[in-house]
């Protein structure tokens, strides 16, 4: 089952790791090392999918494992709480109708959260499209975010987002996206209108969820939004070497 898995789940090609955002030392594994981790690391991704309940959400495996690869090169980085260790899923492949938001506890192995959440004006109407990471665009953005501090807002409880992926989302503070509520978010708009309400280009959650789910994921957590099919998104970020290595050293396979 697991060569089948690899074979399903492994587009990336063993490549030398750029150091994300010019920090940190770039990573390259033995070919030896590699293909140790990476065999932990695609079982870890298959059994966490079945064991936390993602298969029965809709969620993609493969999307799960892009928001992983992410989420330890972030660890190894020094930028995910060594407490918290929570990561959200965004996956604007979906319809606005559809639950397309995740909140997976990655150290407990659970989903904590499965909701609607908005997108941008200007970055379609039922489906995601179009994405910036402009001043003005009233569009949402694709990528890695780390969360910041909560505030009180005019949404009320709100939740600052700071970018990782330079020229994709790196304006998110100075654009003022955020996580929030919204009351477009819910069941009775997406009936009323046949989709979601849209945002000024925040993750906009629903109004009786949002303060629970900002309480879960503040304080430097992983937030991931997944690019439509045919929307182009690179990032650093999914460099695998780096991303192995900080698994397996989070498994007590490899030493610090």
């Known amino acids: 089952m697991l060569l089948v898995l ?6 990336w090609q063993p490549a030398v790791a750029a150091p994300a955002n010019g920090g940190g030392k770039a990573v390259r594994l033995s070919e030896a090392r590699r293909a140790t981790y990476m065999a932990a690391f695609e079982q870890h991704v298959m059994q966490t999918y079945i064991q936390s309940g993602l298969a029965a959400t809709a969620l993609p495996m493969d999307v799960y494992r892009e928001a992983l690869v992410g989420f330890y090169n972030l660890q190894r980085q020094g930028q995910v709480s060594g407490r918290r260790q929570v990561l959200t899923i965004i996956d604007f492949s979906r319809s606005s109708r559809l639950k397309r938001l995740w909140v997976v506890d990655v150290q407990q192995q659970r989903v904590l959260f499965h909701t609607l959440v908005a997108h941008g004006k200007n970055t379609g109407e039922e489906f995601a499209s179009a994405f910036s990471n402009q001043n003005g665009s009233e569009m949402s953005s694709l990528g890695f975010y780390v969360t910041g501090n909560t505030y009180q807002g005019k949404h009320g409880l709100s939740l600052k987002l700071n970018g990782q992926d330079p020229g994709y989302n790196t304006q998110a503070a100075s654009r003022a996206v955020v996580v929030h509520g919204a009351e477009y978010v819910c069941e009775e708009f997406v009936r009323q209108h046949g989709r979601l309400g849209r945002s000024q280009g925040c993750p906009a959650l629903p109004a009786n969820q949002s303060s629970a ?6 304080g430097r957590t992983v937030v991931y939004a997944h690019a439509p099919r045919g929307v182009r998104y690179q990032s650093s970020l999914q460099q695998l070497d780096p991303a192995l290595l900080a698994f397996a050293q989070s498994k007590g396979l490899a030493e610090e």
């Open 213 to 218: 789910i900002i309480q879960a994921i503040k």
């Open 6 to 11: 690899l074979a399903f789940v492994s587009p």
